[in-house]
Structure formats: structure tokens, C-alpha cells
T-cell receptor, first 114, second 115 residues
Framework: SQKIEQNSEALNIQEGKTATLTCNYTNYSPAYLQWYRQDPGRGPVFLLLIRENEKEKRKERLKVTFDTTLKQSLFHITASQPADSATYLCALDMSRGSQGNLIFGKGTKLSVKP | NAGVMQNPRHLVRRRGQEARLRCSPMKGHSHVYWYRQLPEEGLKFMVYLQKENIIDESGMPKERFSAEFPKEGPSILRIQQVVRGDSAAYFC?????????????FGPGTRLLVL
């Protein structure tokens, strides 16, 4: 069955630096890969989606890459701010053309220090 | 446009009781998903429903758990005869039927504590 690993449980960086989070998966590549943000006591919030035929996607200070050869996605937050502190979840969408469930990683807890 | 609503936000039950968790999807969304999140664990898919139909229940335990999404009203996740291991956060998500991709919009969750 498909497994997802997010490289570290926690990542601490200094304000202004770029945070890079990693998501690795096994087996076959998903149709889409999504990144969510989750704050304590809240539900996940959708951030970005990247398709299997896309290499890179950007949204403001966020950038996602998708390498189906390495079976890896990288999630970057540039010019990080303390408000970016949260848990970031990688999710795989294995279905193609029909609605279905997402497979989530355990998440990486990002702390941005002022 | 209100987001996904879940209630109650917190639910305490004693072992053997029943827990009912409700989810109202975003307006215009006809697809509902339920996930469970155990402490220090990732979100685990339980069941996917459309109005009056269960599409995929592969992640739901066969015993004690059931889900429905009636024509009118919220989706309900029902846990009978709860045990301590059922203590978790239960999240509902919805997506629109016309979406080509399945971005899911999550509710705030129901935190179930079984004593």
C-alpha cells in the first residue's frame, strides 16, 4: 500500500529564512499531490495542489515541486514569518478523474523564531 | 459562504455509549469525507459519501462504526459502544461535485474523549 513520509516531525528556523519541507512516497505516483496547513485544534487548510505532469507551482511565498522520478515533493516557504508556524501536511490523491480520499503524511511541525 | 460545520466540537462519552458526530458541508458541496486523527498520528481516511450513497468505506472499521449522508440534513458519523481507543479528533471535509480535482475543505473537527 502507498506510504508517505514527511522528513522530520519538527523543523525550527529563524524568521526571514526559507523553510523546506519534504514529502516522500512509495509505490506509484499520485495524480495530484496537495499540501495543507494545520494549526493546533483546527482542521487542515488547503494551500497548494500540484499535478503529476507539473514540476513546480507557486503561490505568493509558497513553492511546491514534484519529482515523480524521486517520488518526492518539496514545499518551500520563503521569507518565513512567525505566523507561518504550524504543522504542514502532505496529501496524495491517487484517483484519476473521480473523487476519492486523500492519503496524508503525519506532518512536519514548523516553528519560525523571531 | 459558511465553511464546513461540525458539531459538537467536543464530545465526552463513557465506554459503551454511542457517539454521534455531525457534519454540514459547504454550500453547494455534495461530497463528504470523514477522517480520524489520533494523537501524534496523521489523518486517516474513514469514509467517503455522496448524498444518500456511501462511495468508499474502506477506511472505516467494520464493527460499531457507520456513516450516512441523507438527502436532507447533515452527514452523521455514528460510533456505537465506544471504547477508549475511539478517542481522537474526527474531521469532516467536503468538495464540490463539479471540481475536476479533489481539493477538500475541512471542518474544525470533533474531539471525542471516551472515559
Amino acid at each position: 500500500s502507498q506510504k508517505i513520509e514527511q522528513n522530520s516531525e519538527a523543523l525550527n528556523i529563524q524568521e526571514g529564512k526559507t523553510a523546506t519541507l519534504t514529502c516522500n512516497y512509495t509505490n506509484y505516483s499520485p495524480a495530484y499531490l496537495q499540501w495543507y496547513r494545520q494549526d493546533p485544534g483546527r482542521g487542515p487548510v488547503f494551500l497548494l495542489l500540484i499535478r503529476e505532469n507539473e514540476k513546480e507551482k507557486r503561490k505568493e511565498r509558497l513553492k511546491v515541486t514534484f519529482d515523480t522520478t524521486l517520488k518526492q515533493s518539496l514545499f518551500h516557504i520563503t521569507a518565513s514569518q512567525p505566523a507561518d508556524s504550524a504543522t504542514y501536511l502532505c496529501a496524495l490523491d491517487m484517483s484519476r478523474g473521480s473523487q476519492g480520499n486523500l492519503i496524508f503524511g503525519k506532518g512536519t511541525k514548523l516553528s519560525v523564531k523571531p | 459562504n459558511a465553511g464546513v460545520m461540525q458539531n459538537p466540537r467536543h464530545l465526552v462519552r463513557r465506554r459503551g455509549q454511542e457517539a454521534r458526530l455531525r457534519c454540514s458541508p459547504m454550500k453547494g458541496h455534495s461530497h463528504v469525507y470523514w477522517y480520524r486523527q489520533l494523537p501524534e498520528e496523521g489523518l486517516k481516511f474513514m469514509v467517503y459519501l455522496q448524498k444518500e450513497n456511501i462511495i468508499d468505506e474502506s477506511g472505516m472499521p467494520k464493527e460499531r462504526f457507520s456513516a450516512e449522508f441523507p438527502k436532507e440534513g447533515p452527514s452523521i458519523l455514528r460510533i456505537q459502544q465506544v471504547v477508549r481507543g475511539d478517542s481522537a479528533a474526527y474531521f469532516c471535509a467536503s468538495s464540490p461535485s463539479t471540481a475536476p480535482v479533489k481539493t477538500q475543505y475541512f471542518g474544525p473537527g470533533t474531539r471525542l474523549l471516551v472515559l
